[in-house]
């Protein structure tokens, strides 16, 4: 091993030498709009996949394209010894869609202006990817004692349905001592933050239909059924749309309140009000206070309306009745809530005081709790204090990654985060974007994390 490669001045200069190169890697996958919950997207998803696995094969290691019942898993490996540690990176390469009208480019042409790479995917989790492979040649480069594979899904962004079975299916070449997600949100820039949990989710669907039509509301108004005010009142006695508290009977009964311990790391995270209102673009908020905002992101479950589909949208007011309506919601679970249980309960509230409106499960993910001890919770924040001069806090995650939890089951081992995306970058929203500081500074941390790693015994 050259250990003089493994200075944090080495590595600046390392990443500073391949910038162009990180830049070119990004670009091209960046450009493949690999939306997986667009069905006519399966070519992209499918070239997608194919380029990840050049990447690799362009950088001196070995790449499988792995088939499951749905989109394909990228293996990605560098160095094949049995005597040595193992570590995997996990990221996904499937990305939202991109129909939002406040975007300023091309979202699937990546635009570079200065230190900021924008485009759909650069920090959800195209441009962490890519950092994390980088952060590994530079391990390679400096002669690290490891084993380092990337497994890369293309299914996460609609709640990685296939994931289990296929890694299930590829157990064998997916061995390893452990595993890092770089998927992942700091509270700020310059203060590094890591998940020591994330919250589950679990989507449902409401529809309601009262009459074959459109009809004419000065004809039938008063008389007919309005299925869209009906569903309104339905969601209306699910969840205070003022506070957001949950009406639900026992829908709160298997939260376990943080414990002091974490509260503290919460109340020193380095999270403000304002910083989070600027990087969201929140005009308002239910609460101001700091420490109340993040039990309610990260400490509580929630009750989310994200659309009603039905009746006139165009120009103008039609004045017609709608004959069908359909509201879409999500749950978001904590760790120890059980997602058919918290759905059932749900469902039930709907059926006995709504017989008429139909009550569709959607896919789900399991909340997770993470961990803080350990040499590779203490590998972590080693790695982030050498790249980033900064110790980091143990938060939790308010989002859901639905591989993490499934690794841990069938794989064997304990997950741990390495993320490097922040709040301003714009996860799922317009103009989404990831900067050079984030990344040059995160290939330093993943081959600092890579040098520690290898000392473990497996």
């Not at 996460?156 to 997600?181: D, N």
């Amino acid at each position: 091993m050259k250990p003089e490669l493994l200075t944090r001045e080495a590595l600046r200069a390392f990443a500073e030498k391949h910038r162009t190169a990180f830049e070119a890697e990004l670009k091209t996958l960046v450009e493949i709009p690999s939306i997986s919950a667009d069905p006519s997207k399966k070519p992209d998803i499918l070239r997608c996949a194919q380029a990840a696995a050049q990447l690799f094969e362009n950088y001196g290691g070995r790449a499988e394209v792995l088939e499951t019942p749905g989109n394909p898993l990228v293996l990605g490996r560098f160095g094949d010894d049995p005597s040595l540690p193992t570590v995997t990176v996990y990221n996904h390469m499937d990305v939202q869609p991109a129909n939002e009208p406040e975007w300023t480019s091309d979202p699937f042409a990546f635009t570079v202006e200065g230190d900021t790479y924008r485009g759909r995917g650069t920090t959800d989790d195209k441009g962490p990817a890519v950092t994390a492979l980088f952060g590994a040649l530079a391990a390679r480069e400096a002669g690290v004692p490891i084993n380092i594979k990337f497994l890369w899904e293309l299914e996460e962004e609609v709640g990685s349905p296939s994931f289990a079975k296929g890694i299930t299916v590829h157990k064998e070449k997916l061995r390893t001592h452990a595993i890092v997600v770089s998927d992942t949100v700091w509270i700020t820039r310059g203060k590094p933050s890591t998940p020591a949990g994330l919250r589950g989710l679990k989507g449902f669907r409401l529809t309601l239909e009262t009459a074959d039509h459109d009809l004419h509301s000065g004809v039938v108004g008063g008389a007919a059924r309005n299925p869209l005010s009906e569903l309104i009142k339905v969601i209306a006695e699910m969840v205070d749309g003022e506070t957001g508290q949950v009406k639900i009977p026992g829908f709160y009964d298997e939260v376990v309140p943080p414990s002091a311990e974490e509260l503290e790391n919460w109340r020193t995270s380095g999270f403000t009000v304002e910083t989070f209102k600027k990087d969201h673009m929140i005009f308002g908020m239910r609460t101001e206070e700091p420490l109340e905002v993040l039990k309610r992101v990260w400490g509580m479950p929630t009750m989310e309306v994200h659309g009603l589909v039905g009746g006139y949208t165009g120009p103008g007011i039609k004045a017609a009745v709608p004959p069908r309506v359909e509201a879409k919601l999500t749950c978001r679970l904590v760790p120890d809530m059980d997602g058919d249980k918290t759905i059932q309960r749900v469902k039930a509230f709907v059926n006995e005081r709504f017989p008429d409106v139909d009550f569709h499960v959607e896919h789900g993910l399991a909340p997770f709790k993470g961990h803080t001890t350990g040499p590779y919770a203490e590998a972590i924040k080693d790695a982030y204090a050498f790249a980033f001069g900064a110790p980091c806090a143990f938060t939790r995650e308010g989002g859901s990654i639905g591989a993490v939890r499934t690794m841990e089951e069938v794989l064997g081992c304990e997950v741990y985060f390495l993320g490097l995306s922040l709040p301003s970058h714009g996860y799922h929203a317009p103009n989404e974007n990831y900067d050079w500081e984030q990344a040059g500074g995160g290939i330093a941390a993943f081959a600092r994390y890579f040098q520690t790693v290898s000392t473990f015994k497996g």
